[in-house]
């Protein structure tokens, strides 16, 4: 256990990357959508690379740096090097007169000595995430990723948009990362908001011991379920966990009565564009019965490359580009035709309540 984990425990505090107000993808209606930190999962495609990690960690915006090198002075681990400046030329660009050649030209022309100081270098291996260098930088170039937050802080932000809640069929979304990786934390909001009379959603791997998820799920209205790859030897080269569980604890839910959405996302290399997988999914959806209540096929998006590099974390498809509706159509009719739920690309937006 880390420092900033110690204090979390301390203190009663998790870490949250975000709550996303008025967001419509996560469930029915409108809703704010909390991410929890940690997720026992790797997907080498994630699309919130800052929720893997389940402690602190800072993100580092080299166009906001300006190479005062504060950073490098107060790390206790010599983790970060500090900036360097570097001298290059610039070869000039030919200017040709009415009255000079080409040749005589260039002869005169001198390169131009250009000055450049290259950011900060951070050693993440190093890093112990005491957060020093946070602290040391001025100009929000170094900028946590998380916040450390109560239940009654995370939930009094949730019921502020209560209203829309009941306008628009909405409610509240645990997310991540993994929100079972904090299983008080996720009972416990669940449980405020039920007595509220908010609508839960549980969006999840599944990938927990069962005895965490079934004390769960009484507070739940609906689970927004991740079926990632049906192959298991592809899901533990891709994700770096077996399946297994994943799809176990999906009919332990079914059998149990419990409103799911699966979601499955498509990406490059990985399932794009491959009829078996569509094929696969499809059959399992219908494996678990009137349990399902849709499926939402989710294109790959690029979205997230900044917060790679920002994180210092390997982007296995840096550069791929995003997809689209038209890109999945046949994949899309795989999964729709002569199945009774609605299915949606992207996400939920005009799917109504009562298909939850």
């Not at 909390?34 to 893997?52: D, M, Q, T, Y």
């Not at 990362?177 to 509220?196: I, S, Y």
Request: with cysteine; glycine share 8%.
């Amino acid at each position: 256990m880390n420092h900033s984990q110690q204090v979390a425990k301390d203190n009663g505090k998790f870490l949250v990357t975000n709550i996303q107000r008025f967001s419509v993808n996560d469930g029915p209606g409108i809703r704010s959508t909390v991410f929890l930190k940690g997720c026992p999962l790797s997907c080498a495609w994630c699309h919130n690379p800052e929720n893997i990690n389940p402690y602190q960690e800072f993100y580092h915006n080299t166009e906001k740096c300006v190479r005062c090198g504060a950073c490098a002075d107060v790390c206790p681990e010599g983790a970060i090097t500090p900036p360097v400046k570097r001298e290059t030329k610039k070869e000039p660009e030919m200017a040709v007169a009415c009255c000079t050649t080409p040749e005589s030209s260039a002869a005169r022309a001198v390169p131009e000595e250009i000055s450049e100081t290259e950011p900060p270098q951070i050693d993440r291996e190093k890093c112990t995430h005491c957060m020093k260098c946070v602290e040391a930088c001025k100009y929000e170039a170094l900028t946590l990723v998380s916040t450390l937050m109560t239940v009654d802080e995370v939930y009094e932000e949730v019921k502020r948009d209560e209203m829309f809640y009941q306008s628009s069929g909405g409610g509240m979304t645990l997310s991540g990362g993994e929100p079972l990786m904090n299983p008080e934390v996720t009972l416990e909001l669940f449980k405020r908001a039920k007595a509220d009379g908010i609508h839960t959603a549980l969006d999840t791997t599944g990938f927990a011991k069962w005895e965490i998820i079934e004390g769960i799920l009484d507070y739940v209205d609906i689970v927004l379920y991740d079926i990632k790859i049906i192959d298991e030897e592809k899901h533990k080269k891709w994700t770096g966990v077996s399946n297994k569980l994943i799809l176990e604890n999906a009919r332990k839910m079914a059998k149990r009565g419990t409103n799911m959405r699966i979601r499955s996302l498509v990406v490059h290399n990985v399932n794009y564009w491959d009829p078996g997988h569509a094929k696969g999914v499809m059959a399992f959806a219908k494996s678990l019965g009137e349990s399902v209540k849709g499926v939402d096929i989710l294109p790959f998006h690029n979205f997230a490359e900044g917060k790679y590099d920002q994180l210092g974390r390997k982007n296995v498809f840096k550069g791929f580009p995003n997809l689209f509706q038209e890109d999945i159509e046949a994949y899309e009719k795989i999964i729709t035709e002569g199945n009774t739920w609605k299915t949606t690309v992207g996400g939920m937006i005009g799917v109504e309540q009562d298909a939850a």
